[in-house]
């Protein structure tokens, strides 16, 4: 299933108390609100929350009256369908040639870290063996 942008975008909040509950696990809207280490209307909470299980980010179950939120994914989980979809966003766009798409990533990486530049190249050289293998591993 295809997500819309909206559901990978999060505003600060959202980040926030996602961010509490993959520490935390499964917690109520009452946990969630004393963990943010701020004053925050419960409303606010709540709606915050009911917001994230409406993109599909979190999962809930009634505990007596209340709901208890959990994460669908783990912080690695989703990290990497994000990217995911930014890439893939990316590379349906036709006005950016993949080859500029792959030169930008080649340039961003080098500039943040030259370790995972060789992490890339040898990613990338595993993809080549197995795509001439015709595995997929």
């Keep these: 299933m295809k ?7 999060l505003g600060p909040l959202e980040a926030e108390l996602m961010t509490i509950l993959w520490a935390s696990g499964e917690l109520s809207v009452r946990d969630v609100a004393e963990k943010l280490g701020r004053p925050l209307a419960y ?5 915050t929350l009911d917001r994230l299980f409406k993109k599909g980010l979190l999962l809930r179950s009634k505990l007596d009256r209340a709901f208890v939120y959990r994460c669908r994914w783990t912080a690695e989980e989703w990290d990497r369908k994000y990217a995911e979809h930014v890439v893939a ?3 349906e766009r036709p006005a950016l040639p993949g080859d500029l798409l792959v030169s930008y990533l ?9 370790e995972l530049l060789k992490e890339l190249e040898r990613r990338v050289r595993l993809k080549r063996l197995e795509l001439e293998s015709g595995s997929k591993a």
Excluded at 43 to 47: A, E, G, I, L, Y
Excluded at 108 to 113: E, S
């Design 3 to 9: 997500r819309s942008v909206s559901s990978f975008e």
């Design 43 to 47: 409303t606010t909470v709540m709606t």
């Design 89 to 91: 966003g990316l590379m």
């Design 106 to 114: 080649v340039d961003t990486v080098c500039d943040q870290d030259v």
